[in-house]
Nanobody, 117 residues
């Protein structure tokens, strides 16, 4: 059974850091392009960071040089290190495979990040 469980969110201050984790089960994350998505209040979900099977990474312009996506294949887990937080980073963060995100499948419950100024 495919499951994605996000954790690590919470209340952060502007300029601070948070580290999100996404534990995958029911499939091997290392064989998939994985990504973190963010849904801000009143907005559509958007891709924030992506890591390919070969380690290639890509970021939305709004988080470039502040966020880092990584994966631990042994733990079947994907991480998002968030530094220099800004209030506009507030939202619910989800992880998923890029493919399933396109077909709107297997979304987890997400983890709420709230950044105060």
């Amino acid at each position: 059974q495919v499951q994605l469980v996000e954790s690590g969110g919470g209340l952060g201050q502007a300029g601070g850091s948070l580290r999100l984790s996404c534990r995958a089960s029911g499939f091997f994350a290392r064989f998939n392009d994985m990504a973190w998505y963010r849904q801000a209040p009143g907005k559509q979900r958007e891709l924030v960071a992506l890591i390919g099977t070969g380690g290639y990474t890509n970021y939305a312009d709004s988080v470039k040089d502040r966020f880092t996506i990584s994966r631990d294949n042994a733990k079947n887990t994907v991480y998002l290190q968030m530094n220099s937080l800004k209030p506009e980073d507030t939202g619910v963060y989800y992880c998923n495979t890029v493919g399933w995100a396109k077909t709107n499948d297997y979304w987890g419950q997400g983890t709420q990040v709230t950044v105060s100024s």
